[in-house]
């Protein structure tokens, strides 16, 4: 992944797309449950960011 980010044009101001995916999906408990993602993984960590 870092290479990844280290290759990305500097001016750009968009995250990369895979953490525009997986960042506010693994944030969301209801996702996990929905979806049945096994606790621990990558879209159901076990710390999670709270905002609000």
Do not use: Y
Not at 3 to 13: G, H, K, M, N, V
């Amino acid at each position: 992944m870092c290479r990844e980010l280290i290759s990305q044009d500097p001016q750009d101001t968009h995250s990369p797309p895979r953490l525009r995916v997986h960042g506010p999906l693994s944030n969301s408990p209801d996702f996990a449950k929905h979806f049945l993602c096994p606790s621990g993984s990558l879209l159901n960590p076990s710390t999670r960011c709270k905002l609000w």
